[in-house]
């Protein structure tokens, strides 16, 4: 099947079971030279679930989690783990990280957790440790490095003497254009960790990074943004090829630094827009993203889904799931020797962006 029929197409040719069991066949894993053994995991963020009042929560976020733990239970060949890519709670609450683990603990296979900052703020990730563990941390998988990084971590001042009350806290940085917040980090301890781990690995293997925060600079007005970015990317130069993941910006972004490709994941939430499309905020967005195809809002779910992502050749393939939308690619293009958007990167075959205003 090709990667071009859309899940309206296929979902209008067949019932919604077989669509679900067809889909996953657009995703043909190919052997690679050498001794690696290619893979594909499976990637959800950003669910953002939110309680409104005791067993009561927002649908819409449940329902974009729900799906998407649905739809990646029934990829074939399977995946070999998941990772939740952060913002599984809306404002910290232990409900809300409990009714988002309910869900997430359907999931087949191995769960690995990052954090978000949503996560985060209220108790500093105290007890979302207890329901997935340490907070940054490695591990190996068929001749690939993976780190899992806490970049959401900010300044002591910030953190510890500013706000009267944790859940204040919490809300300060839940806002996206709030200038009370302070721009993320992964700090001075973790960096030293990560050389430290990283140091025991040869620079020929593949490393595939997750953080939650953008470990480049994209836009410092929305926290698409990491301060301490070029000294965690100074500890990753050194490899052959490095791959970063990140969530948090609810879109697709995907850019080149060096040796170290970027690649961004939809959230099962909510989409946020590109920044440079608000005109009331100065844009520093580098050059690196195309129009996302915008939200309906008569369609809950568009500009959101979930990702199949396979590192075949050592660099990440990113295939977004996107529910009632077009699928997309991107594919590190090594003769270019960056991330390319497969279908959509000729300016001729883009779409309009949702004007705002
Ligand atoms: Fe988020
Ligand atoms: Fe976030």
């Known amino acids: 099947m090709s990667e071009l029929i859309t899940r309206r197409s296929v979902l209008a040719g067949a019932g919604a079971g077989a669509a679900l069991t067809t889909l996953p066949l657009s995703m043909v894993t190919l052997a690679f030279g050498g001794t690696r053994e290619d893979f594909t995991f499976t990637y959800i963020s950003d669910a953002h679930i939110q309680q409104i009042k005791g067993a009561s929560f927002v649908r819409n976020w449940d329902q974009g989690l729900k799906r998407a733990v649905a739809e990646a239970n029934l990829v074939k060949p399977e995946s070999d783990f998941v990772i939740f890519g952060g913002d599984l709670a809306q404002l910290g609450k232990h409900d809300e990280l409990d009714h988002g683990g309910e869900i997430l603990s359907h999931l087949k296979g191995k769960l690995h957790a990052v954090m978000g900052e949503h996560d985060y703020y209220l108790d500093l990730g105290d007890y979302w440790s207890k329901l997935y563990g340490p907070h940054y941390y490695s591990f190996d998988h068929k001749g690939v490095h993976f780190v899992v990084l806490n970049s959401i971590l900010t300044s002591e001042q910030w953190t510890f003497h500013r706000w009267p009350t944790a859940e204040q806290r919490m809300l300060e940085m839940a806002g996206l254009d709030n200038p009370n917040g302070s721009p993320f980090m992964v700090g001075d301890k973790q960096r030293k960790w990560l050389a430290n781990d990283l140091a025991k690995v040869d620079k ?41 993941i990140y969530g948090h910006v609810h879109q697709i972004q995907y850019n080149q630094i060096g040796n170290i490709s970027f690649n961004s994941v939809m959230a099962t939430a909510w989409p946020w827009p590109y920044p440079q499309t608000y005109a009331q905020a100065e844009s520093h967005l580098p050059v690196l993203t195309i129009p996302m195809n915008r939200a309906d809002p008569f369609f809950e779910r568009d500009a959101t889904g979930w990702q199949l992502i396979d590192i075949g050749s050592g660099r990440v393939t990113a295939r977004y799931q996107l529910w009632d939308n077009d699928q997309r690619t991107v594919a590190f293009d090594h003769k270019a020797g960056h991330p390319v958007d497969t279908a959509y990167q000729e300016p001729t075959q883009r779409r309009l962006p949702q004007t705002h205003y």
């Open 204 to 244: 020929k293997t593949p490393l595939v990074v997750f953080s939650h925060s953008p470990l480049q600079k994209i836009y410092k007005g929305w926290n698409f943004w990491t301060d301490d970015a070029e000294d965690v990317q100074a500890l990753l130069a050194p490899f052959d090829s490095v791959n970063v």
